[in-house]
């Protein structure tokens, strides 16, 4: 089969389409058709080794336990393992591939009880790879901040993958929404139903203004001192992205001296998750918000336009048409 690999970290020329042997599906294992994947963050941090900790996960000075990326997909079951008993061939799903990575690729194997679900209805592959990574890692942090009716929720980076599914997931909740980015995704942002947008090259989010329940960062640019002040006294300050050592000490210190939260970690893939997700979509309330399309074979072009950090939402990588 035809896949993207790359044998060494560095820039995105490094990711090559090469022909690979086709993998065989465990007896609890489902052997996935991909027809599209995304080039999302979580990829090009490890193609590059961005943080530097990502050599202790993959290989110090190579790639040794990844070497296809691919964070999510959408495509149908091809074959089951004898113990399979969610899926059946045929079935059209989206996942999250989890730390195994692997959905740049023509097929892909998935424990049947990971975060594997049917794929809505209503969209296609395409829309569908876009999904599973930004729209439960926008639920989970939301979760974690205890949203409920009512809520006033800040969003900084509105117009990025988690951003744009944590504007929509919020008002599903029945949260006031605000919206931060750029000025030409403020009317993205106030379609999805963003209550107030700030454009941030016109206005700086500063240390007085108005108060919040949550303020969720989900690009990693907020600043914590500012976002600190602008919690109610139990408010919630959630960090969706890499932080640094210091912060994260900076975070605890807040948790143990105060009625404020600083949460940050990482999310967990499962499909009770995606049915939900699989629930609002096809009733119309959660979108997928698709920037540029490419082809498996130009993923070192769409890694070069997303490491540039001006993406709206997702870009797609099309394995093969619907």
């Known amino acids: 089969m035809k896949a993207i690999v790359y044998e060494r970290y560095g820039p995105p020329n490094v ?7 086709k993998p065989v599906p465990k007896d609890d294992e489902i052997l996935i058709k991909v027809y599209a994947s995304t080039a999302a963050a979580g990829d090009w941090r490890l193609r590059k080794a961005d943080p530097f900790l990502a050599r202790l996960f993959n290989g110090l000075w190579r790639p040794k336990r990844i070497k296809i990326l691919g964070f999510e997909l959408a495509g149908v079951v091809e074959s089951t393992g004898r113990a399979v008993t969610r899926f059946k ?5 989206y996942a999250a591939c989890g730390t195994g990575f692997g959905a740049y690729a023509e097929y892909k194997c998935l424990p049947e009880n990971g975060g594997v679900a049917i794929k ?7 829309e569908a790879a876009a999904v599973p990574v930004g729209a439960y890692t926008a639920l989970q942090f939301l979760r974690k901040g205890n949203i409920r009716r009512g809520s006033r929720v800040f969003v900084y980076g509105a117009s990025g993958s988690v951003g744009t599914y944590a504007v929509q997931l919020a008002k599903h909740f029945g949260a006031e929404v605000t919206g931060l980015c750029s000025t030409s995704n403020v009317e993205l942002v106030r379609s999805l139903g963003a209550d107030w947008v700030i454009d941030y090259t016109r206005e700086q989010f500063a240390d007085d203004g108005p108060v919040y329940d949550i303020i969720f960062d989900t690009v990693g640019k907020s600043p914590f001192s500012a976002c600190i002040k602008r919690l109610t006294p139990v408010g919630f300050y959630l ?4 932080i640094s050592p210091l912060s994260i000490v900076r975070g605890l210190l807040i948790n143990f001296t105060s009625g404020k939260k600083v949460i940050g970690g990482a999310t967990k893939e499962n499909a009770e998750d995606l049915m939900y997700l699989k629930e609002l ?8 918000v698709i920037d540029r399309r490419y082809m498996l074979e130009q993923a070192a072009e769409a890694h070069h336009y997303v490491e540039q950090g001006h993406k709206k939402g997702n870009v797609v990588l099309t394995v093969r048409q619907d």
């Not at 990711?15 to 042997?21: D, F, M, R, S, T």
């Open 15 to 21: 990711l090559q389409l090469k022909e690979v042997a």
């Open 89 to 93: 061939p045929g079935d059209a799903v």
């Open 120 to 126: 809505p209805a209503n969209m296609t592959f395409e």
């Open 239 to 242: 960090r969706a992205v890499h």
């Open 281 to 288: 979509i096809e009733t119309g309330m959660l979108r997928s």
